[in-house]
């Protein structure tokens, strides 16, 4: 009886051993290698993709005009500068107030709670239980400088007066907006107290925005390199037809004195 | 005799096995083997594929490289952080001008409404969410009236709303009518809606 087993056994081992050499093959050889195909695929398609927003980046960029663009964003500095330059400022809004006949009595300024990178910071750790609303605000205050005025002027004239300095405020070049407008006659009647809330957009650009020389592994500014262009749609074009017809009341070079001396004025 | 026969029949059966087996062991081999050739076949095209993309990947590779290098030219480094910046600044200057309350139209309008009625601004407070508080004194009856026509009037529904009186008062000391009006200035925006690019005369 066993002899016909182990003859039966001669005959097939080498089609047993060769059946078991392609069972092993599967996931020793073959799934690793999919495995690995499929990795490289990827590698390969993300790779592609990059490319191809490469290319689209670079037919974008021959399409710039670089000197109009530069003479544009100057323009729009005037209107929404990155630094919170105040002397201009304070002196294009007396300028305003003296043009429209009013009086400036005091003015105070707010440069926003949040002015500088490392106070961002400190704001974020401290404000993280405060709501997705006040975090919105603080962000908004940011890119705002708030300026009271308090204006005075003869009853007679006055409502006039003031509604000509607030015409001419909102066509400044250099944004301003009224947030808030308090007016009151004195008991006598004589004179009128306009206290007014004025404020005024400031844009820092951070590297982010405004820089593309940055590595693609930096994880704040992931992959600057292949970020497409950020195109200047219709809106864009309006604004800025909008913003070269106003008018320069703050572009005022303000001398500056030298600091830590006795008598800057010298 | 009988012994012979038997050992014949016994020799055919040896046989007829043997040549089975060899047949069966013929077959099972070509079949084993065809099956090694097409797994042999298999890995060799995943192995040849694999190279392909990697030669692929690397012909992606430098064609990157070629185009970040174009792209970090400092020509095309100027346009794109000219162009970046002017679209930040853009939009902030589109925000915020689409945010502002035009408070000329406004007061514009109040003081052509206070003229018409004959009434006086004593105290006023305009926020930038639309809300307006519009203290004043009326000689009479008619001129609050007036007042009150003109700000509920039809043709400035568009910039007024929610007109509410919040006090009136008339005291014999003093000849005329107190009131304190609560009001919403519907505009917003210092942009013209059709996007025209004019600053508002």
Redesign the interface.
Known sequence: MNKPKISLLRTYIVSALAVLVIILIVPLVIMPQLSKIREKNLQVKEGRERLEALKQKIEGLNKIDGEDESLQLFEVEKSVPSDKKLAPLIVGIRNLAGQTGLRIVEMNLKPGKVATASAVASTKTKDKTKSTQATATTAEEKDRLTLTVKLEENSDTALDKIKNFLTALEKTKRLLGVSSIGALRSSEGKTYTFDLAISTPVKQITSCEGSQAKTSNSSSCPDIVAKPLPSLSGDNENVLKYLSQLEDYTGIVVPLVPTGVENPFQ | MAESTRDINLITGIAEEEVK?GG??RK??V???A??LL?AV??AC??G??LY??S??TR??S??KS??D???SK???????????????????????S??????IS??KL?GL?KDSGS?????????DGKMTVGGEAPASDNFGKLVDGLTNEQLAKTFGNVNLTSLTFTEDKPFYTFTIDLRFLEKG??KKN??????K
């Open positions: 087996t069966y062991r099972i081999n079949v084993v083997i099956i090694l797994v298999v890995i995943l192995f594929y694999w993309l990697i692929w990947g992606i590779e064609q990157t185009a970040q174009e792209i970090s020509e095309n480094q100027r346009k794109e952080i000219t162009r970046r910046a002017l679209v930040v600044k853009v939009d902030e200057a589109q925000k915020f001008l945010s502002t309350v035009p408070f000329s007061l514009d003081i206070l006086t601004l004593d105290s006023s407070k305009f926020t930038n210092l942009l996007g025209g690019g004019t600053p508002e």
